[in-house]
Structures are given as structure tokens and as C-alpha cells.
């Protein structure tokens, strides 16, 4: 999508446009969403549709990979840190928005459509997770890329600071219980800068077992917590929010919420995918399909399909588009 989004803020390259994406997410619950239903054009419009609970911080590197129960290789979104109930179409805008500002290669009006096909295709179907074993071959390749060099993985997560200051015993707890031995490296795993999570304590436990390392992040589970209370599966390929994503696809042993804590496993295969870890021969616009299938896929855990089928037919997200058009070659 070169050259249809506004210029990176000063000293900010379009490489780090999905992480600005994630740290602005509060400034745009705080300041945005409140005003959504007063302001006029398509953003009125967008605030006005249905509600689902939202991923909230979606942007294009909050997709990754883990295993399920049954050991397959699963891709989809894997950060429900932000979790919210808001209009389905929050998630839709801020994805393309950040697909936008990352300069993806491909034309602006094709990868929205491309995200927005996709979502439709997935509430039409009923919703179905990513299994990359037998099937999305391409999707498969972009999404395993990074996994040919683990090395590299595990020298990130050793080169973690210690922590400063001793954690909550809770926070401690926690951990343990999902390491599968007592025993581990406590690290601090709060990201730089600043960016994302809204300051909540974030941890990960290293242990060398059984011949190599194990990890553990654990993290203020915020808001999630607080909606994401039980299991329970309503309908479409999600429980509250995903039986393809994290909170339902892997076993309690790989994710759980203790301690105010959200604990979930790290390994290659267990994390959020980079855009610069994914190849560069891609198809931008198969990866923007599926991403926009993925969100379906979450937001039809607590949507009827028939629901979100009628609201799409309304155009809101579309209309929230057009004005974008006049941002290329703008360079601000």
C-alpha cells in the first residue's frame, strides 16, 4: 500500500508503523471512540454498527502461531490483550489503517478490499481457524519463514534485562504454575519505549529443561480478564474470543489467567509474527485476505453471523475508506 498513508511521524519509519499502531490504542479508546457516534461521514457511521467483543489494538503484527491441543500449527491473532466490546467495524478500520501506514505492497484500494472480502467470505462460512498443516500453502510459508532460524528466537528472550525490582509473589506464583518445572530465570519483558499493554507489568520466566529452554510470558491481563471470564463456546469458529486463537486453541497448560495474569507460552512456533521476519517474495494481498477472515473468525464468538451478514451490506467500513484516497502522495 506505498504511498497511501500519511507520512510516519518524525523520526519513524513506515517499518515501525505496527507498533506505533499498538501504543496509540488507548489515546484512541480514551479520545476517539467516546466522540464516534457524534461526528459526522463515515466515521459516525462505523461507530454506530453492531457490537462484538473486539480485539481492540488489531494491526498487521498481531498475527502469530501456536500449537493446539492437538499439536497443529495454527495461525491467526494472538494478542487479545485489548480486548473490548465495541463495534465490529473498530477492529476492520484500524487493521487497514495499519496496513496503510506500514506500506505494504500492494495498492491501498485493493488490500482494504482484500481485508474487507475476507472478513465477509468468514461470516458467510460460519468462521474457520487457520490449521496450516493440510491446507493455506501459501499463508503456511509466510507464516513459518521466521521458524528456519530459532536461534535466533531464544538469543532475544536470553538478551532480557533482569528485573529490577522483585515481583508480586501472585505474579511469581502464577508463572510457576505454568513452567513444567520449578525453578527459572525471571526476566523483564516490558517492551521499549513504552509502546503498547498501557504500562501493565510484563515477565518472562527462562528455564533450561530437558536439554534446551522453556519460556513463560506473563502480563497484566487488563481489561481481558475482566471480559474474558469464562470458556464457553457460542457459536462461529471463536469461543469468548477464539477456539482458533489462543484462548481456545491451546490446552490450559499453554495459557491461563492467574493472578490477574495473563501466562501464556513462548517458543518459534508460540509467537507474534513480525512483518520484517515474513519473506520478501509474499502475497501482500492473500496475507490481507486472511487477516481480515482471521477477525471474523474472533468477532463471530459473540456475534450472530446474520448479524454482522446485514451490517456489512450497509457500507460502513467502506465509507470510513474513501476519504484515505486523498492521503496519496500527500506526505502528511
Request: charge should be positive; charged fraction near 25%.
Amino acid at each position: 500500500m506505498a504511498g497511501a498513508a500519511s507520512a510516519p511521524p518524525p523520526g519513524r519509519s513506515p517499518a515501525q508503523a505496527p507498533a506505533d499502531a499498538r501504543g496509540a490504542f488507548s489515546i484512541h479508546a480514551r479520545h476517539l471512540l467516546p466522540l464516534g457516534t457524534d461526528v459526522g461521514g463515515g466515521v459516525g457511521r462505523a461507530a454506530r454498527a453492531p457490537r462484538v467483543l473486539a480485539v481492540g489494538d488489531l494491526h498487521v503484527e498481531n498475527f502469530g502461531t501456536w500449537r493446539d491441543v492437538e499439536g497443529r500449527l495454527i495461525w491467526g491473532i494472538n494478542d487479545f490483550d485489548e480486548a473490548w466490546r465495541l463495534p465490529y467495524t473498530n477492529d476492520l478500520i484500524r487493521l487497514a489503517a495499519s496496513a496503510l501506514l506500514a506500506k505494504m505492497d500492494c495498492e491501498p484500494k485493493a488490500g482494504m478490499a482484500a481485508i474487507l472480502q475476507g472478513y465477509a467470505e468468514a461470516v458467510e462460512a460460519g468462521g474457520r481457524p487457520f490449521a496450516l498443516a493440510e491446507h493455506h500453502e501459501a499463508l503456511r510459508t509466510m507464516a513459518t519463514a521466521r521458524l528456519h532460524q530459532p536461534e535466533a528466537f531464544w538469543e532475544k528472550l536470553h538478551a532480557l534485562q533482569d528485573v529490577k525490582d522483585k515481583p508480586p509473589a501472585g505474579a511469581i506464583k502464577a508463572i510457576t504454575r505454568m513452567m513444567p518445572e520449578r525453578g527459572f530465570h525471571l526476566a523483564d519483558g516490558a517492551p521499549r519505549g513504552g509502546l503498547g499493554s498501557l504500562g501493565r507489568e510484563r515477565y518472562v520466566a527462562i528455564a533450561d529443561w530437558r536439554g534446551g529452554s522453556v519460556a513463560r510470558r506473563g502480563q497484566g491481563a487488563g481489561a481481558l480478564r475482566l471480559r474474558v471470564g469464562g470458556r464457553g463456546q457460542r457459536h462461529g469458529a471463536h469461543p469468548l474470543p477464539g477456539n482458533s486463537g489462543p484462548l481456545g486453541a491451546l490446552p490450559r497448560s499453554f495459557r491461563a489467567f492467574a493472578e490477574a495474569l495473563d501466562v501464556r507460552r513462548l517458543a518459534p512456533n508460540c509467537s507474534r509474527i513480525e512483518l520484517s521476519a515474513l519473506p520478501k517474495e509474499r502475497d501482500e494481498l492473500r496475507l490481507l485476505h486472511a487477516m481480515g477472515w482471521e477477525t471474523a473468525n474472533v468477532h463471530l464468538g459473540t456475534a450472530q453471523p446474520r448479524v454482522l451478514r446485514a451490517d456489512l451490506k450497509k457500507g460502513r467500513v467502506a465509507g470510513c475508506w474513501k476519504p484515505r484516497e486523498r492521503w496519496k502522495g500527500s506526505g502528511g
